[in-house]
């Protein structure tokens, strides 16, 4: 059974940078699975952050291009997230997924993080 | 970007009765990669049916997804107790590549 965990600092200051980490057990990262960072907020709902193979090739949301980066580390079997320049509109909660090969759903949910930018 | 519009915002329903939750898209969905999620208070969403009509593994059968191009429909043929709370519909292909609609909460009568 493939496991994700989100970890990081809950609270981040404005202009910070946010970082988290997704460390995914029971399965391997360097599958076939393509592995995604996706927020939720009351007020926007869900968006979708980005998504990276474990060759490093990745996908962003345009909204956030030049904000983010997604990499992969395959010797701890984990990917990351970094979003820069933070404000207030960035609080939320940040799920790490995974999505099933060949079809673009997420079929593995980390339980979430509640990260809140707030000085 | 394709918006998605789910209808209706909230809808009410007794236990035993069938569901029928719509997702639009502003652009016809490439592929109909459209999926469905369910999400429980203070939970992760879950999926429930990916390309628009595939089930999702343990999802039961009494969930059921159809539609094509921009209509796409959610059924709960009978609805168990905890089948009352929030979905989503998410699609895939264009830019940003998925986007999801704004939820349909499920409500007892």
């Known amino acids: 059974q493939v496991q994700l965990q989100e970890s990081g600092p809950g609270l981040v200051k404005p202009s910070g940078t946010l970082s988290l980490t997704c460390a995914v057990s029971g399965g391997s990262i360097s599958s076939r699975n393509w592995w995604s960072w996706i927020r939720q907020t009351p007020g926007k709902g869900l968006e979708w952050i980005g998504e990276?193979?474990?060759?490093?090739?990745?996908n962003y949301n345009p909204s956030l291009t030049g904000r983010v980066t997604i990499s992969v580390d395959k010797s701890k079997n984990q990917f990351s997230l970094r979003l820069n320049s933070v404000t207030a509109a960035d609080t939320a909660i940040y799920y790490c997924a995974r999505l099933i090969i060949g079809s673009p759903a997420v079929d593995y949910w980390g339980q979430g993080a509640l990260v809140t930018v707030s000085s | 970007e394709i918006v998605l519009t789910q209808s209706p915002g909230t809808l009410s329903l007794s236990p035993g009765e069938r569901a029928t939750l719509s997702c639009r898209a502003s652009q016809s969905v490439s592929g109909n990669n459209l999926a469905w999620y369910q999400q429980k208070p203070g939970q992760a969403p879950r999926l429930l049916i990916y390309r628009a009509s595939s089930r999702a593994t343990g999802i039961p059968d009494r969930f059921s997804g159809s539609g094509s191009g921009t209509d796409f429909t959610l059924t709960i043929s009978s609805l168990e107790p905890e089948d009352f709370v929030v979905y989503y519909c998410?699609?895939?292909?264009?830019?940003?590549?998925?986007?999801f609609g704004q939820g349909t909460k499920l409500e007892i009568k």
């Open positions: 998410q699609q895939y292909g264009n830019s940003p590549l998925y986007t």
């Open positions: 990276i193979y474990h060759s490093g090739s990745a």
